[in-house]
């Protein structure tokens, strides 16, 4: 009876997602990331570069497979500590810690961190897996309206009483492609002694004059505390994640984070090919700074069309539509003139603010990027979308 009262529950959740167009259907790629896929967060074209590709099948064959293991019993090869040395590096921090997906970096830092004596303020648009990770942990609690400085501010004010106080933001908000108010949040940090975290998943690699993030775009890499961010988007889109920050948090991270300590290490194929892609954006700024002028024209052009675009100046183009259905038969129609776009609906973004996110990869030629804006622009007329 358990089970059959289970599977009429379950139904009949299923059929409310149907029934108010949210529903996501997966589809199923058989190839490598395409030119005219709008919706990868392959920022760089890394994932189909073919030295990244390369150094994964040697790590693959050097290394093996996986380890069967976590870190800290027999899971951790030299290619771990070299990437994590990498990664420090990269962003000019003391060191790093790896995880199997930012999901876990960030599931993993605020308990380890942070106690009943301290406090946590996050941007209320922050990523589910922030919100997750700061529900794992027994700090006070505060959540500040959207890149709104007044509010942080007033809670900073509040949260004056507890030992240490930890700023949680993404550097650049996934569905809307804005970036945080970097310079503000770190000066309010400092006025009310107040550490800064931010979440690069949508930033490592190409903001900035070099690719290190929105601390750098910002000029704040020096007042920015703590880094999570992926090595699933920008950096070669495997999969992984980590922190980087001050020697002492990682060394507790390794003793204390539970999503490090129980799950298995990053497996070899994973690690070669985002310790390539680091190389690469070292070795010379010009990958990093391929995609600007891209995103420009995407944006500009689009605008002139008529449609309205949010965020600015990120590859991260979300093309406001309001209406799920609209969305998601916009998208449908799309595919059909051969560009990849995806609908994005509640709950991923709030109801009533439906869009398609395109986002903009270094491996777009201004053709690709044109034959988009006509293709919206002839199904935004066809929907209504568009006059
Ligand atoms: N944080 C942000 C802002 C993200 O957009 C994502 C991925 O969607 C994550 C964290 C999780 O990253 P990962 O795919 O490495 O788990």
New binding site residues.
Partial sequence: AAASQLRRVLESQLEDIRGSGTWKNERVIASRQGILNFCA?NYLGLSSHPEVIQASVEALEKFGAGLSSVRFICGTQSIHKDLEEKIARFHQREDAIL????????AGIFEALLTPEDAVLSDEL?????IDGIRLCKANKYRYKHMDMEDLEAKLQDAQKHRLRLVAT?????MDGDIAPLREICQLAQKYDALVFI????ATGFLGPNGRGTDELLGVMDKVTII??????ALGGA???YTTGPKPLIDLLRQRSRPYLFSNSLPPAVVGCASKALHLLMESNAIAQSMAAKTQRFRSKMTAAGFTISGKDHPICPVMLGDARLAAVMAEDMLNRGIYVIGFSYPVVPKGKARIRVQISAVHSDEDIDRCVEAFTEVGRKHGALP
């Fill in positions: 967060n995880y199997a997906s930012c999901f876990d970096a960030n922050n990523h589910a897996s922030i993404d550097g650049a908000f996934s979440d690069e998943c949508h999570n961010s992926t090595l699933g988007k999969a992984g994640g």
